[in-house]
């Protein structure tokens, strides 16, 4: 655990991108204050929306260094076990795709500053206090 971080940990979900992402206070060193990206699955019914993870993640550091793209093998394994279907992984692809060049990857290729990272439509949301329940303390 990061120091000074705390154990609540925020999600925030772009349900028309397919994406999740979180900052972990566990990540140390030179990963502290990176975001983590899910790829996910999303299914809404009636109130609920159910979220699932779809095994392909970002971890976005600071400002100057490389994102990483982490865990295909997973997603390979998933595809090759059945659990994706061929038709979910195009889908998955594609949505993972939209989210590096929208966010991520700079029109013309060259490297500086992400286009829309954190994205904007979260800007308002990171920076809001949260309050504790009574469950969480």
């Not at 299914?43 to 994102?67: A, K, L, S």
């Not at 993972?96 to 700079?106: G, S, V």
């Not at 829309?116 to 504790?132: M, S």
Request: charge should be negative.
């Amino acid at each position: 655990m990061r120091p000074g971080a705390s154990r609540m940990m925020r999600y925030f979900v772009l349900l028309d991108e397919s994406i999740q992402l979180c900052q972990p206070p566990t990540f140390l060193g030179h990963d502290a204050g990176a975001w983590y990206v899910d790829l996910i699955s999303i299914v809404e019914d009636g109130d609920i929306i159910e979220v699932t993870d779809r095994d392909i993640d970002v971890i976005v550091p600071g400002p100057g260094r490389p994102y990483r793209v982490v865990d295909l093998h997973e997603f390979g394994d998933a595809i090759e076990s059945g659990e994706h279907t061929v038709e979910d992984a195009i889908e998955a692809l594609r949505a993972f795709q939209a989210f590096l060049d929208t966010h991520l990857n700079a029109p013309d290729g060259s490297p500086g500053p992400w286009p829309d990272f954190p994205p904007k439509a979260i800007e308002v949301l990171v920076g809001v206090a949260v309050r504790r329940g009574p469950a969480s303390r």
